[in-house]
């Protein structure tokens, strides 16, 4: 695997899988359709919205009210679940990047732009707090990441590994009878 792939693996594919199963372990946890809405409201909006703001290339002209509408969830995500550290932990990332972006002019900066990024502007000695942006290498040199994105990988996988917690303890309880 080129480190492209594995990149693109490692920071689209996996945090994905890890939401995802996490989602679904929590949303069986909640029981209840009002727990389940009440609950996962901002992170079924934050799926949508960062699913087409993706694939939908006309949601790129308003950067930042894309970062402000992220903030807003990301906050209220963290209001809801201040008590799961894997959530607490993907919302404090998300707000990081979202304010680092927001106090930017609505683009977040970064060391080296790829091309046909509209949602990126290159890191200045006018940039305001530097140390948010997207100025970490990845693991096999093809993308830069920000604090605020380890935060949401960390945050991922601990909410993924705290389902698979839950479905094993209920597999364990299951055949323990």
Same mark, same amino acid.
């Given at each position: 695997m080129n480190g492209y792939r594995m990149d693109?693996?490692? *920071?689209?594919?996996?945090?994905?899988?890890?939401?995802? *199963? !996490?989602l679904f372990a929590y949303a069986i946890r909640l029981g209840k359709l009002y727990n389940w809405l009440k609950k996962l409201t901002p992170l079924l909006l934050y799926a949508a919205i960062k699913s087409a703001h993706k694939f939908f290339d006309f949601l790129n002209t308003a950067p930042f009210f894309f970062f402000l509408v992220m903030l807003l969830l990301f906050l209220w995500c963290l209001s809801l679940h201040y008590k799961n550290i894997g959530l607490? *932990?993907?919302?404090? !990332? !998300?707000i990081a990047n979202a304010v680092v972006s927001l106090v930017n002019g609505g683009r977040m900066p970064m060391s080296e732009i790829p091309a046909a990024y509209d949602i990126y502007q290159p890191m200045t000695d006018k940039t305001i707090l530097p140390f948010l942006c997207d100025w970490i290498l990845s693991p096999c040199k093809?993308?830069?990441?920000s604090f605020g994105d380890i935060l949401l990988e960390i945050g991922l996988l601990i909410f993924a590994f705290q389902g698979l917690l839950f479905f094993y303890s209920k597999w364990k309880a299951r055949n323990s009878l």
């Open positions: 693109w693996f490692l *920071l689209e594919i996996l945090p994905t899988v890890f939401f995802a *199963l !996490g607490s *932990l993907f919302a404090c !990332g !998300g093809q993308y830069y990441l």
